[in-house]
């Protein structure tokens, strides 16, 4: 996944600056994603599915399965074949209509959920 958000962060970039987006907590993140799909790029068709029972569905061009989780305040995926999960703290647009995946080392990804 951190190279499949590597990517939609260069398609999505997005100021460094987040005054106005509110961070979530464990709880909030899961409540946000459970159940959510997100686009990331609407001119590519890029956007991934949460469900309940842990999978996620990541499609730009072919479909790809992963698993998702939440651990402590962050949004954590295992993208096969890999065996690492990469995590990532996870804030929404002031108007609650997008999310942004913040990783490790400052690379973010913004994504809307699907109306």
Request: some cysteine; aromatic content about 14%.
């Amino acid at each position: 996944m951190k190279h499949l958000l590597a990517a939609l962060a260069a398609l999505t970039a997005c100021p460094a600056g987040a005054e106005d987006w509110a961070v979530l907590t464990g709880a909030e993140i899961t409540e946000a994603l459970t159940g959510a799909r997100l686009v990331y790029d609407p001119e590519v068709d890029a956007e991934q599915r949460f469900f309940a029972s842990g999978r996620t569905e990541y499609v730009f061009g072919n479909p790809r399965w992963g698993w998702w989780e939440v651990r402590g305040d962050e949004y954590c995926s295992l993208w096969p074949p890999s065996d690492e999960w990469e995590c990532y703290a996870v804030s929404r647009a002031p108007g609650g209509d997008a999310l942004r995946f913040i990783g490790a080392e400052g690379d973010v990804t913004e994504g809307a959920f699907a109306k």
